[in-house]
């Protein structure tokens, strides 16, 4: 079965189960689906952006900025973590990297990249002092506190 093929009332039996289900419970109901032969589009947006909004409250913005800049200088206006230290980081903070660089890019404290109609929250830096390299950073602006949109951090 494709969508073109679902009719109004199957479809909003499908948008009840969606709304209704515990959280917890959803992969389930995906797998389900997607053995019915249904795909739902924007599944994994869904999932994403609800596991950010949880996260997001778990997030203390200038808490976590001030650790994990701790001890770097700011190279042309950013401080520069390599992704995989920034992975790192999280996990030993208990938080979903892709959540947290979500969660910054959406407050402006770090700089992204739009390629091929996505935001991507990491940025390839060439390094010609480092044997001219080209390494993927998260990159938080120094001055992520004024970019905060509202003007303060959390």
Known sequence: MDKESIDIKTAIQIAKIVVTVPEERMP???????????????????????????????IDTEKFIAGITAGLEPVSGEYRILVSDFNEYCTKQKLSARCVRKHL?????????????????????????????????????SDWRERIKGGGAD
Do not use: H, P
């Open 105 to 141: 890019a959406e407050l402006e404290a770090i700089r992204t990249v739009k390629s091929g109609g996505k935001v991507d929250y990491t940025c390839t830096v060439y390094e010609a002092e480092k044997n001219a390299t080209f390494r993927r950073y998260v990159c938080i602006y």
């Open 28 to 58: 389930i109901i995906w797998d389900i689906f997607k053995q019915a032969g249904l795909d739902i589009g924007g599944i994994d947006e869904m999932a994403e952006w609800k596991a950010l909004t949880k996260q997001a409250f778990l």
